[in-house]
């Protein structure tokens, strides 16, 4: 009896079913992920996208640093443009 309760696909037959439908409207018979209601494919597992928005992040051309950079430049330029 044992060997039953330490066989992870005993274990996986006994725990509770994914409460999402298939498209086709039926229940998923997926097993849900330990403490949560959903299995790994209807969303138990995950925590969302990275904090910070770094998947739009692609060359940091209008990033607050290089708006900064740019604004210095422009003021240097205007300064020059005084003293010639």
């Known amino acids: 009896?044992?060997?039953?309760?330490?066989?992870?696909?005993?274990?996986?037959?006994?725990?509770?079913?994914?409460?999402?439908?298939?498209?086709?409207?039926?229940?998923?018979?997926?097993?849900?992920?330990?403490?949560?209601?959903?299995?790994?494919?209807h969303g138990g597992k995950g925590s969302g996208a990275p904090k910070g928005n770094r998947n739009a992040w692609k060359h940091g051309a209008r990033s607050a640093e290089t708006g900064e950079v740019l604004a210095l430049a422009r003021k240097l330029g205007r300064l020059m443009d005084w003293r010639t």
């Open 1 to 41: 009896m044992d060997d039953q309760a330490n066989n992870p696909m005993q274990s996986a037959h006994l725990a509770q079913r994914c409460l999402a439908h298939t498209r086709s409207g039926r229940p998923c018979q997926a097993p849900a992920l330990r403490g949560k209601r959903r299995c790994r494919m």
